[in-house]
């Protein structure tokens, strides 16, 4: 096991509206191995994306996670007061050669030519080699976005991936990377949506601190509805703040959730507390890739 003494887990959620059930089960999980650590457990609102956030709803998710009686240690981080950090990191790998300015739009790499063995939407390196000319000229039609260089190794699945969007704002791949680093966080535990970024992060923090001991992400099963669909809030999928308004108990939400998930045998209520007293850390990782 590892040391308890040396284990920060964190729970970034984007308040872009209510936590839905795929959120809730995320957030018991990563809450669920910080505790069963014994290590600390980290709160961090991903509000970078501001056309997106929607005001207020910070607080609910803090509300909800109270309500479900999952704690965390310390004050809550907003990452819209953290930008000043974001800016130090670009400018740092910036000065190092390691970025570059790129004027292609989505549908340019969707429909741009790419080798056979690229996964669709991987960057192409189109704007990697343009010269200072070739950047003007470019720059007089559109802002442009900050990509990151990769090596070989990353080329094929990920490709050269952008660390500061073209509408100026900081992207997540850099942010979070940042914020793990400056909060010490030793796990991550996350949907397995975001598994795909895994490479990215890796790849930032060894360029931003070579020193520090790689992160462990844990990636945990999506939840699906009734019609076998991801939970997403775009989608409307039942929010916890319905569910709660329907009657139900957090108790009974988070028995619900986690027999779904096969850490209990029958979907009976629980309390976070009595679920933290009666699992088991082989019981849990056997959920978490």
């Excluded at 240690?73 to 990191?89: E, F």
């Excluded at 740092?92 to 790499?109: F, H, M, N, P, V």
């Excluded at 442009?144 to 090596?151: D, E, K, S, T």
Aim: net charge negative; glycine share 6%; proline share 4%.
């Amino acid at each position: 096991m590892q040391n308890a003494a040396n284990y920060v887990g964190r729970y970034a959620p984007s308040p872009t509206g209510d936590l839905h059930l795929g959120n809730v089960q995320t957030a018991l999980l990563a809450w669920l191995h910080a505790r069963l650590h014994q290590g600390t457990f980290l709160l961090r609102m991903e509000d970078l994306d501001t056309p997106r956030t929607v005001p207020g709803s910070d607080m609910s998710i803090l509300h909800d996670l109270e309500w479900l009686g999952l704690d965390w240690d310390g004050q809550v981080v907003y990452q819209s007061a953290r930008t000043a950090h974001y800016q130090h990191a670009l400018d740092w790998l910036s000065e190092q050669g390691l970025t570059y300015a790129c004027y292609c739009s989505r549908k340019d790499i969707l429909s741009a030519a790419s080798a056979p063995h690229r996964h669709v939407g991987v960057y192409p390196g189109t704007c990697r080699g343009l010269n200072a000319e070739q950047q003007a000229a470019k720059a007089r039609h559109k802002s442009p976005a900050i990509r990151v260089r990769v090596p070989v190794t990353l080329a094929d699945c990920c490709g050269d991936f952008v660390v500061r969007r073209a509408d100026g704002l900081f992207a997540y791949q850099l942010a979070v990377v940042v914020d793990d680093l400056a909060q010490e966080v030793t796990n991550v535990v996350r949907g397995a949506d975001l598994a795909d970024s895994t490479d990215r992060q890796r790849y930032l923090a060894s360029l931003l601190a070579p020193q520090h001991v790689a992160l462990q992400y844990h990636h945990a099963p999506l939840l699906k509805d009734a019609s076998g669909h991801r939970m997403a809030k775009r989608d409307g999928s039942h929010s916890l703040r319905q569910v709660r308004e329907q009657g139900q108990s957090p108790e009974s939400v988070i028995g619900a959730l986690v027999h779904a998930l096969g850490l209990t045998s029958v979907s009976a209520p629980i309390s976070a507390a009595e679920l933290l007293a009666e699992l088991t850390l082989p019981q849990l990782n056997v959920v978490l890739a």
